[in-house]
């Protein structure tokens, strides 16, 4: 046992199950399902997890009954085919002393039926303020069939070697939660009304799978500790659920989470939020039950974890998106390393990935869901150490001067600024994106403990990188930002000449403005227009950091919506929220026109109605960004015989995971 983490990192105790720590990996979704099925890339995903010293993982939500698809091939707990996909994952699992579970789910009315073209199921008509697709009222057979999936998943589950199964949907607005909450279970029958009628196909769930795995499987319940919405139920009311459901003698545990699809910033918060920010709510649920709980909500780190243990708020500390991070963040933390943790950053492009249809991914771990080829335990040392140069020190270059000095290689980085970072390091000086500083902040530290040489405030030529003997040089210089005027809609102009005014002293880039490159000049009124393109978090991050700095911004976009693209994140709302809080005024629908003395002028881009706003002390433009490689091309010209590889923004303006995968695929082959 850890006597730094004696809590944290001591056994645990699940039914008749000891567990070898208190960190439990809880459920999300991967989409390295294919047929409904389980995949090699699954097991590998989940063996990492395990290897890296997860004490318990509960697999993804697989779905009781097919209304419930969010996406093409979801797990289908159901399927009997699955028996065997448990069992392939439970013998690697269990080779490194870990449990795992299966979780049976229905989205009820928080979904849509566009992949199952079948009606979506509810107790009552109410649509999903995210779907807004209007339900089919669950009748009497209906309700029998969701209880048979469940019990499905529980013989499923044990016959396929599992330690046990986890009864998902009273959480997160989901189907067994709006059974239970009145603000969406309308019913008179007897499944509505009452708390005991909104209880009672629970009550059956809870039975069937107790019935079905025995007195020595594992056991629990996933549900809510606070819906955070208008009528639904709160700490108090789940607190009272908890206790008459822990009642039945037929619970192993119960995990707590927080919040619906009216509010998914309790599920999953982007940064900033305050970590163990759950924990009061769950406090209330521990002390009505006598079963271990597991808590989640924002614990990063050991030391937070260790700390929501010792006063009591949880038997076992639930991760997602930190595990997700750091598969050996358990290892790491008993080998005394806490500071080698890669951290969570909240940036959420585990939710972004998700949202395009794609595999689950890290915004910069990039192993994750290629545990196989790419895992952090796996860097093949080079049998040919070789002199590299890494050119740019932003997350390509640090990303790949690290791993290729992991492997043997002689590294030198070499980055013609004083600060090492690149735009990410910048970014996080704006206090929503603070934490997203941490995908650098971690890198850099972690070259700490290499031989990597840094130079920093150096450019470096072809001469230069000539006369120093190097044998390949990787170039990751990454992308200035623009500021010609045009947007999207003006494909033509943009390469052509800028927009006539650009170039007034008062007109920047959003690279201007966060990289203090250029300090704004005071103007009369403090009045910033910010002129947003993209549509990504670079818009939000310039007009946050203007509007604390005590300017008056307006937010001019000819988008439809300011930043759209945060709905893949699931914090457009939150983003869009803080801002207008900060007195942000927001226009949409309209292109920039033309730039005049301290006044700019839009066109509605549907009516083509002029919009003039005068009395501009500053303009801010968001067009994107232009990769810088000419360094690469000259190289490529000039020196056919030095192996030259271009990486991240210099190859194309686009993530920061993008970087640091090209990065690190780089680093493994040179």
């Known amino acids: 046992m850890s006597t730094l983490y004696p809590r944290l990192l ?24 294919k047929d409904h099925l389980f995949t090699d890339a699954h097991v590998d995903y989940y063996v990492e997890r395990a290897k890296g010293g997860a004490a318990v993982i509960t697999m993804e939500a697989m779905a009781v009954h097919e209304s419930t698809q969010p996406y093409p091939g979801k797990a289908f707990a159901f399927d009997p085919r699955m028996i065997g996909e448990f069992r392939k994952i439970a013998a690697a699992v269990h080779n490194h002393g870990t449990l795992i579970l299966a979780q049976a789910w229905h989205r009820g009315r928080q979904t849509n039926s566009v992949t199952s073209r079948v009606p979506v199921w509810a107790p009552s008509a109410i649509p999903c303020s995210v779907y807004r697709e209007m339900p089919k009222v669950m009748e009497a057979e209906d309700i029998e069939q969701i209880i048979h999936g469940y019990r499905l998943t529980a013989r499923h589950a044990v016959e396929g070697d599992l330690d046990g199964i986890e009864l998902g949907a009273a959480s997160h607005g989901y189907l067994l939660n709006q059974f239970l909450s009145p603000a969406t279970n309308h019913r008179s029958d007897e499944y509505g009304g009452s708390l005991e009628n909104r209880m009672r196909i629970v009550m059956r769930i809870i039975d069937a799978a107790r019935e079905e795995v025995g007195p020595d499987a594992i056991v629990g319940l996933r549900l809510n500790s606070d819906d955070g919405m208008q009528g639904g139920l709160g700490p108090v009311e789940w607190a009272e659920i908890a206790k008459h459901l822990a009642a039945t003698g037929k619970l192993d545990y119960i995990s707590c989470s927080q919040g619906t ?31 271990p709980v597991v808590g989640v909500g924002r614990i990063t780190t050991p030391d937070e974890a260790e700390a929501i243990l ?13 595990l997700i991070a750091d598969a050996f963040w358990v290892r790491k933390a008993e080998q005394g390393h806490a500071d080698k943790i890669r951290p969570c950053v909240g940036a959420n492009w585990c939710m972004e990935s998700i949202f395009a249809h794609a595999p689950i991914a890290c915004i910069h771990n990039p192993s994750v869901g290629r545990e196989k080829t790419l895992s952090e335990e796996q860097v093949t040392p080079t049998l040919k150490p070789r002199n590299i140069a890494v050119v740019g020190a932003g997350p390509a270059g640090l990303r ?12 030198s980085l070499i980055e013609r600024s004083s600060e090492l970072g690149g735009q990410v390091a910048w970014m996080g000086r704006v206090h929503s994106a603070r934490e997203l500083a ?34 390949a040089v990787i170039v990751a210089t990454g992308a200035t930002h623009l500021k010609h005027g045009w947007s999207p809609l003006q494909p033509a102009r943009w390469d052509g000449p800028d927009m006539a ?53 307006q937010f001019v976009t000819q988008l439809g919506q300011p930043a759209p693209n945060l709905a893949a994140s699931r914090d457009w709302g939150k983003a869009y929220g803080s801002l207008r809080r900060m007195g942000v005024a927001f226009t949409t629908d309209h292109d920039l026109a ?54 991240g923004d210099a190859l194309a303006p686009r993530r920061i995971n993008d970087a640091i995968f090209e990065a690190e695929l780089v680093a493994r082959k040179i």
């Open 10 to 33: 001591g056994p645990g105790k699940l039914g008749r199950h000891e567990t070898k720590n208190r960190v439990w990996m809880t459920s999300h979704a991967t989409l390295l399902v």
């Open 261 to 291: 699809y009216l509010n998914r910033m309790m599920i999953y918060p982007t940064s900033p939020e305050e970590h163990g920010f759950q924990m009061a709510a769950t406090r209330q649920v521990k002390a009505s039950i006598d079963l």
């Open 310 to 322: 010792r006063a009591g708020d949880c038997d076992f500390v639930g991760m997602t998106r930190a």
């Open 400 to 411: 790949a001067a690290l791993t290729a000095a992991r492997r043997g290689h002689k590294v």
């Open 438 to 471: 941490d995908t650098v902040g971690w890198l850099i530290a972690q070259l700490r403990d290499t031989d990597v040489e840094i130079y920093r405030e150096s450019e470096a030529t072809v001469e230069l990188l000539t006369e120093a003997g190097y044998d």
């Open 501 to 553: 005014g650009t170039a007034q002293p008062w007109v920047y880039s959003c690279g201007d403005v966060l990289g203090v490159a250029q300090p704004l000049r005071e103007g009369k009124g403090r009045r910033v227009v910010v002129v947003d393109t993209l549509g990504a978090r670079q818009g939000v991050l310039t007009a946050e950091y203007l509007a604390r700095a005590g300017w008056q911004v």
């Open 594 to 647: 033309g730039i005049d003395a301290h006044s700019v002028r839009f066109l509605d881009v549907y009516t083509k109605e002029s919009l003039e706003i005068t009395d501009v002390d500053a303009l801010v433009l968001v067009n994107g960004a232009a990769a810088q490689n000419r360094l690469f091309h000259e190289l490529r010209s000039t020196r056919k015989d030095l192996e030259s590889h271009l990486i």
